[in-house]
């Protein structure tokens, strides 16, 4: 059965700096990794989706990479900003699931004027 | 942005009754999901919709749920008998079809939530 775990559960940064969110997952047949943030009360964004032939994905301030042989990724916020406080969940679809994605507990991330 | 939407963002209701949460997925998705996410717990895969039937299903989403595609724009999850565990945030999710043929690896947009508390 499918494990994802984020490490760490939280994390206080002060505003500026540079931080790398770690996921990792059990069974690396995977199609695709994930990225989300969720807000307090909120649902779920999307933020990267990187296939599982690709290494990496960026959209502005944020890169993810995926190394799928080894179950990892990694989510890198550049610049850090007190707008970026909120829970990053990383989820996983399976090859053989079809459609499920499972999630991780999420990174809860607080960025600090 | 097109987005999910769902209604209502909160429900309460009594133990044993039945309730029918909502959700517009985005106009040119295809493909249907509910998780759920009760306090404090990993998100969690429900049910997944697609061509007007179930294509997956977790162990959670036993003959207490259904799903329903009543029209071309909503997506209902109904529980019918309501217990204290059912308490959670559901959300809704859809996405696009994929242009590869093998397998569907558009990301899922998501709504929201419905926090549902059962008294």
């Known amino acids: 059965k499918q494990e994802v775990t984020q490490i760490p559960a939280a994390l206080s940064v002060p505003e500026g700096e540079n931080l790398v969110l770690n996921c990792s997952f059990t069974d690396s047949a995977i199609y695709n990794l994930q990225w989300f943030r969720q807000d307090p009360g909120k649902g779920l964004t999307s933020l990267l989706l990187?296939?599982?032939?690709?290494r990496e994905q960026t959209s502005g301030r944020l890169n993810a990479s995926l190394d799928k042989s080894s179950g990892r990724s990694t989510l890198y916020i550049a610049a850090s900003q007190p707008g970026d406080s909120a829970t990053y969940l990383c989820?996983?679809?399976?090859?053989?699931?079809?459609?499920?994605?499972?999630f991780g507990e999420g990174t809860q991330l607080t960025v600090n004027p | 942005e097109p987005e999910v939407t769902q209604t209502p963002s909160h429900q309460v209701t009594q133990m044993g009754q039945e309730v029918i949460l909502r959700c517009v997925p985005i106009s040119n998705h295809l493909y249907f999901y509910w998780y759920r996410q009760i306090l404090g717990q990993k998100v969690e895969f429900l049910v997944s919709f697609y061509n007007n039937e179930i294509s997956e299903k977790s162990e959670i989403f036993d003959d207490q749920f259904s799903v329903e595609r009543p029209d071309g724009s909503n997506f209902t999850l109904k529980i019918r008998s309501t217990k204290l565990e059912d308490s959670a945030m559901y959300f809704c999710a859809s996405s696009s079809r994929a242009r590869q043929v093998w397998g569907n690896s558009q990301p899922q947009h998501f709504g929201d939530g419905t926090r549902l508390s059962i008294l």
């Open positions: 990187i296939q599982s032939s690709q």
């Open positions: 989820a996983v679809k399976e090859e053989t699931s079809g459609s499920r994605l499972t």
